[in-house]
């Protein structure tokens, strides 16, 4: 064998040893990047021991990043979960992606069944199909819930490329106290406007007519119940104001039950003209704590629609009875009694059983709502038990916490 023969089977050896090494190496890097855990690295020298390295590095900081990735994910999902809102992630086309409990419950939605379905065919109400053709998203949309008495508001919100959230938001209550502040600004403004129309009216017929003193005195007189009317329904209604928006009564403040009582049966006298046989049977022992401006005013509400719900001859008893656990104040009647099916609402503004009979007798539909919210400020309710024909029994209970002993022995 020559010496060149020799030099290249070396270098022929040497290269064979060479590749079969870096094969060798080759093949772990393969096993290894092919594990789905992640492992320390394979044992290598040289720069295979830096590839190796390098790369362990990478892999351990790319499953970092995926880690908290997926956790960022758990945290919004458990986060959107939380919120008082639905919450639904539509795609470009508005395509359902994934929803919240509350939109579920709201919208009926189901994450699994009707993803990537078109929001439309999910939520069909006709405001929302509208709302969405439009595309303006500016405001909400006022819709009714599917299936219940819920008002929900819905709006889109778009994020990202083309991304859109369908927020949704059960405003029942909300809509609730805007139907109510409608229906009573109308109500206002229609039992004003009878009595100040009549008031026009007269005073037209004075201006224009050439009336002698005593018609005038006639018409004035005529003028002077509508505007007594006007008075009375404007009083009641700062009333109502005023025990909407006052501080709490006090705890502290004793009111002497039997002078109130007392007042309160000579106003009932008063209001009844003799034309009803008027009692006041009252026990012993304690007083009540908080404002009496607001008691008196509940008290004198309900004796009042009792001689006035009451024929003559009728009669009117005044109850108070009190012990450790609680006291009441009762006014029982022998008049006109009332239907069960209107006792639920009695206590609303401006309803009255008999429309006619309420304006006839002076009433302006406020008096209970008085009674009803003068009571609750002292954490006392109204309990109503009436037969038609018959009379009524309007009872206000106090708890024991509006309650003192009695500074002197009142006798019954
Ligand atoms: P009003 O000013 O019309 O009396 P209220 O709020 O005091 O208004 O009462 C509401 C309605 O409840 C009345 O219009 C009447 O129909 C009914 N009502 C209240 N008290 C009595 C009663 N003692 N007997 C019969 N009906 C009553």
């Known amino acids: 064998m020559t010496w060149l023969e020799v030099t290249l089977a070396l270098a022929v050896t040497m290269l064979a040893v060479f590749l079969f090494r870096q094969l060798r190496e080759f093949g772990k890097l393969k096993r290894w990047a092919s594990q789905s855990r992640l492992s320390d690295p394979p044992e290598a020298g040289g720069s295979w021991g830096e590839v190796f390295n390098l790369l362990h590095r990478h892999r351990r900081a790319t499953l970092r990043r995926r880690r908290e990735l997926a956790q960022l994910m758990v945290r919004s999902r458990r986060g959107a979960q939380a919120l008082p809102y639905g919450v639904a992630v539509l795609d470009a086309d508005y395509r359902l992606d994934w929803c919240n409990e509350a939109a579920r419950e709201h919208l009926g939605l189901d994450p699994e069944r009707d993803r990537k379905q078109a929001i439309v065919n999910v939520v069909r109400a006709p405001e929302f199909v509208e709302y969405l053709r439009a595309a303006d998203f500016s405001e909400p949309v006022r819709l009714d819930a599917p299936g219940s008495r819920r008002t929900l508001s819905l ?7 083309e991304e859109h959230l369908l927020l949704s938001q059960d405003v029942t209550g909300a809509a609730r106290v805007e139907a109510m502040r409608r229906d009573f600004v ?13 008031l026009a009216g007269f005073l037209e017929t004075i201006q224009d007519l050439k009336l002698d003193a005593s018609r005038v005195r006639d018409y004035v007189g005529l003028m002077a119940p509508q ?28 009111i002497a039950l039997r002078p109130l009582l007392e007042r309160v049966r000579s106003e009932a006298a008063g209001l009844s003209g003799g ?31 009792a001689v006035r719900y009451t024929p003559a001859g009728g009669e009117i008893r005044l109850l108070w009875t009190a012990a450790d656990a609680g006291a009441e104040f009762s006014v029982e009647d022998t008049g006109i009694g ?75």
């Open 186 to 198: 109308a109500n206002v403004s229609h039992e004003l406007r009878t009595p100040l129309t009549v």
């Open 155 to 161: 709006q889109i919100v778009s994020f990202g490329v």
């Open 338 to 412: 009332i239907d069960p099916d209107h006792l639920p609402r009695l206590t609303e503004r401006f309803y009255r059983v008999d429309r006619g009979r309420s304006r006839e007798t002076g009433g302006t539909g406020l008096g209970l709502s008085i009674v009803k919210h003068a009571l609750a400020r002292h954490q006392a309710v109204l309990a109503i038990e009436s037969t038609p024909g018959k009379g009524s029994r309007f009872s206000a209970r106090f708890p024991a916490a509006r309650l003192a002993a009695a500074r002197q022995t009142v006798e019954g």
């Open 275 to 305: 034309k009803h046989r008027i009692s006041l049977e009252a026990a012993a022992g304690y007083d009540l704590l908080g404002a009496e401006s607001e008691i008196a005013s509940a008290f004198v509400n309900l004796v009042s629609n």
């Open 227 to 254: 505007a007594e009317r006007m008075k009375r329904l404007i009083d009641d209604l700062l009333t109502l104001s005023s025990l909407e928006h006052a501080p709490p009564p006090p705890l502290a403040e004793r």
